[in-house]
């Protein structure tokens, strides 16, 4: 029977009424009591490191629960986190980058409604994730949720309110679980030793465009921040109003040592910079490109890659990790 190990950190999914609000209070312990099955499948262990909002997640957070999976890598076949829904994403993308070519399953999941309800889809979101840690074929950083396994450098939360809150961006999930049976749609397998994270940079920034933004902002983070992402509009490129003022303020970025990454806003198909005039100055610059990567694993592999020492960055930032990144 194989050993799993329990990570919960709050969220939803242990949340009971408080003061008329819901705030998580239920124990790591508690949780598996409302999903007594999950006991036939293995053998666990519950660790509760925090009890957070997920918005009150941060990589600091994350990090922590990528060291914890070190100290205990030997010891355990797989491992399931417990998250909130509202950083899940952000989690999954970290820990995809923490923790890369693991053997050994990472399965984030957490719920839209509180497990201590009787009829919501916490407690199959649970059982589902156990299944999925309990395969032999499992391994890698996965969401679990709503039925599918979503990889952690693919998965975004697209609706705030529905049981089918993640979406797999530009990239078909990996597997679906029916009534406790894995549907394998992708054969995934890893390849050298597993390889954790030693430190980690939250120094990073995103700055989304609107229309007639002023550049002044890029020009306050200068020597502020290590990496800069800047979300533009459609395939990407940078605004120049015939005054040339956001280039010159990206060089200000550059000039002070920051990582300059160009993404869109565009929720799908990603960026090409080589398609408009407007995207020839961000070439010109040497601006890192995003391409089809999510806003999520852009931030988490920044965080990675500048807590990587006497590396490159731009070489870390675009070899794909996790197919993070397709085209």
């Known amino acids: 029977m194989k050993s799993i190990l329990l990570i919960a950190t709050g969220g939803t999914i242990a949340s009971k009424p408080k003061d008329g609000r819901l705030a998580p209070s239920i124990t790591s312990e508690e949780l598996i009591s409302y999903v007594p099955e999950i006991k036939d499948l293995c053998e666990i262990t519950t660790t509760e490191p925090y009890s957070k909002d997920s918005t009150n997640m941060d990589y600091g957070d994350w990090f922590g629960i990528a060291k914890l999976i070190e100290k205990n890598y030997g010891k355990f076949d797989g491992f399931v986190i417990t998250h909130g829904t509202d950083t899940m994403a952000y989690c999954a993308a970290a820990l995809s980058y923490f923790v890369q070519n693991n053997s050994k399953p990472i399965v984030v999941t957490g719920s839209q409604k509180s497990i201590y309800l009787r009829d919501t889809d916490a407690r199959q979101n649970l059982l589902d994730a156990f299944v999925y840690a309990c395969d032999d074929r499992s391994c890698g950083c996965h969401v679990v949720f709503g039925g599918d396994v979503i990889l ?176």
Not at 152 to 157: D, L, N, P, S, V
Not at 288 to 310: P, Q, Y
Request: aromatic letters at 10%; hydrophobic letters at 40%; a negative charge.
């Open 152 to 327: 952690g450098t693919r998965a975004k939360k697209t609706r705030s309110k529905s049981y089918n809150a993640f979406s797999s961006m530009d990239y078909p999930p990996v597997a679906r679980i029916v009534d406790g049976r894995i549907i394998r749609f992708i054969k995934e397998k890893t390849e050298g030793d597993t390889a954790f994270s030693s430190e980690i940079d939250m120094s990073v920034a995103v700055i989304k465009l609107i229309p007639g933004e002023s550049p002044d902002i890029l020009n306050f983070l200068a020597g502020k921040c290590r990496a800069v992402v800047i979300e533009s509009f459609g395939v990407g490129g940078i605004p120049y109003y015939e005054t040339g003022q956001f280039e010159t303020a990206i060089k200000n970025l550059l000039d002070a040592g920051a990582y300059v990454i160009m993404t869109t806003q565009v929720m799908h198909e990603g960026s090409d910079l080589g398609v408009y005039q407007v995207g020839e100055a961000s070439q010109r610059l040497g601006l890192i490109e995003a391409r089809d990567m999510t806003l999520e694993a852009i931030v988490a592999k920044c965080v990675w890659a500048l807590g990587v020492k006497d590396s490159d960055f731009r070489t870390l930032f675009t070899t794909p990790v996790g197919q993070d990144i397709i085209y």
